[in-house]
Every structure is written in C-alpha cells, then in structure tokens.
C-alpha cells in the first residue's frame, strides 16, 4: 500500500514538473513576444484548476497514508495554489490576465513562481522516488 502512494505520487509529481516547465516556456514566450498577452493567458488559464488539483491529490495522499512530514512539505503550496485560484478578482479572465500580465511586474513573479514550483516539484519528485524505492524494499 505505502508504495503505491508514492508510486501515484510520483507520477503525479512527474506531471507538475510538466506543468511548471509548460509555464516557463510559455512565460518566456510572452517575455519575448513571441505570443500575445490573450493566447498565453488562455494556455495558461487552462491549466491552472489541473495543477491545484494534482497537488491537493498528492497532499491529501500523504494526510491519508500518515505520511506527516510530506504532508507539511507539500501543504503550503497546495494552500497557496488554492489561495491564488480563490483570489482572482471578478472580471479577470484567470490568474492569469492578459490586460493585467504586464502591469506591476506581474509577468516576472509568474515566471520567479513558476521557477521556484519547478524546484519545489523537482525536490518532492526526489523525496517520492526515495520514499518509494525504501518501502519496495520493506516489502
């Protein structure tokens, strides 16, 4: 069974990684002006609601599994994913608006989140491949 979580774990984590690299290329993208402001606001819309709900899967996992210092490890983010999705003011196409995506910097705190989730990501993935690899062998 505590394979099996992490094994779950780590393939979700595998798919956030994804994302959070989907988010730089395409962050990246808007910085060079490659795309317009409405079309990576609307790749990057779509794909908020998976994020938050991968994390928050692999948090409660943990809660469920008893596996309390992963727990607290990954709660913070998923709060602050469900934080950030919660607070998008009325009349904005998303988190990520195109009428506000470079006003006040926004632009650059997207792409420093996107980093430091990337990292994030990249440690869990670590932690769930050792903490896997550790309850195989208990078997």
């Known amino acids: 069974m505590e394979a099996a979580v992490f094994i779950l774990s780590l393939v979700d984590c595998c ?3 994804f994302l959070s690299v989907y988010f730089i290329i395409t962050l990246s993208d808007l910085e060079c ?21 991968g994390q928050c899967l692999t948090t409660m996992l943990m809660l469920v599994s008893m596996h309390w210092f992963i727990f607290v490890l990954n709660l913070p ?7 950030r999705y919660a607070k998008v003011p009325m009349g904005n196409m998303g988190v990520f608006d195109p009428t ?13 989140e996107a980093m430091i ?12 491949l050792y903490s896997m690899i550790l309850a195989l062998i208990n078997d």
């Open 33 to 53: 002006d490659y795309i317009n402001a409405r079309a990576c606001c609307s790749k990057l819309n779509k794909w908020v609601i998976p994020e938050m709900v």
């Open 77 to 83: 983010v998923a709060a602050w994913n469900i934080y």
């Open 15 to 17: 798919a956030l990684i």
């Open 117 to 128: 989730k990337l990292g994030y990501h990249l440690l869990c993935f670590f932690i769930y």
């Open 100 to 112: 506000e995506i470079h006003n006040r910097g926004q632009l650059k705190s997207h792409m420093k």
